[in-house]
């Protein structure tokens, strides 16, 4: 069973930046892929925002963060990064780290994640 913690999130001015930290609990950490997820308020879907594979040599974003967002990882320590700057108010949401010992994509349905963390609310003003 893989835990994941996430930390980092908070209020920021619209252009500003946060980083984004989770760090899991399993040992076997460097063979999982690794993604970042958000789900806006009101809103049902838990949407893909970003994914790295298992070595870092692979990454994957969503169209309306790409050159904003970078996610990146440290095996070593366990731990998953996701660096996000120029936000927008468009960008506040719960942010929710996962693992999976398969590839995470951007077609790939979130119920079909094994595992998750409890989020970290990220919130934008304008």
């Known amino acids: 069973q893989v835990q994941l913690v996430e930390s980092g999130g908070g209020v920021v001015q619209a252009g500003g930046s946060l980083r984004l930290s989770c760090a899991a609990s399993?040992?076997?950490?460097?063979?999982?892929?690794m993604g970042w997820f958000r789900q806006a308020p009101g809103k049902e879907r838990r949407e893909f925002v970003t994914?790295?594979?298992?070595?870092?040599?692979?990454?994957y974003y969503v169209d309306s963060v790409k050159g904003r967002f970078t996610i990146s990882r440290d095996n070593a320590k366990r731990t998953v990064y996701l660096q996000m700057n120029s936000l927008k108010p468009e960008d506040t949401a719960v942010y929710y780290c996962?693992?999976?010992?398969?590839?995470?994509?951007?077609?790939?349905?979130?119920?079909?994640?094994?595992?998750w963390g409890k989020g970290t609310l990220v919130t934008v003003s304008s």
């Open positions: 996962a693992a999976d010992p398969k590839r995470i994509t951007i077609t790939r349905p979130s119920y079909d994640i094994n595992y």
């Open positions: 994914a790295i594979n298992w070595s870092g040599g692979s990454t």
């Open positions: 399993e040992r076997t950490f460097s063979s999982y892929d």
